[in-house]
């Protein structure tokens, strides 16, 4: 089971950190990913790490913004979000998968409730 927090609202140009904390033990023989759906929108890939958290791939619209982290021994990851702009506005979700970099929210097995993120301008 995932449980992210930490959305809320910020001002364009504000930073937030987003958490999710799964209560699997195996948690650290899971890559994870970060995905965000706006209103009306598809899903989109937001960021993938590894299971060991040294490999981490960003989404183009996000890159250089956002970081990614994970801390296996809370089994936790973590998505960083600086310089926010109102086009980040959106539920964030984050997800397990057996491999890493995986980019299709599709290929993920296990998600978590989504915490919403609104950026005003």
């Known amino acids: 089971q995932l449980q992210a927090s930490g959305g809320g609202l910020v001002q364009a140009g504000g930073s937030l950190r987003l958490s999710c904390v799964a209560s699997?033990?195996?948690?650290?023989?899971?890559?994870m990913g970060w995905f965000r759906q706006a209103p009306g929108k598809d899903r989109e890939f937001v960021a993938s790490?590894?299971?060991?958290?040294?490999?981490?791939f960003y989404g183009d619209s996000v890159k250089g913004r956002f970081t990614c982290s994970r801390d296996n021994a809370k089994n936790t990851v973590h998505l960083q979000m600086t310089s926010l702009k109102p086009e980040d506005t959106a539920v964030y979700s984050c997800?397990?998968?057996?491999?890493?970099?995986?980019?299709?929210?599709?290929?993920?097995?296990?998600w978590g409730q989504g915490t919403l993120v609104t950026v005003s301008s």
């Open positions: 790490t590894s299971r060991s958290g040294r490999s981490i």
């Open positions: 699997e033990r195996a948690f650290s023989t899971y890559n």
């Open positions: 997800a397990a998968a057996d491999s890493y970099g995986e980019q299709r929210w599709q290929n993920y097995k296990y």
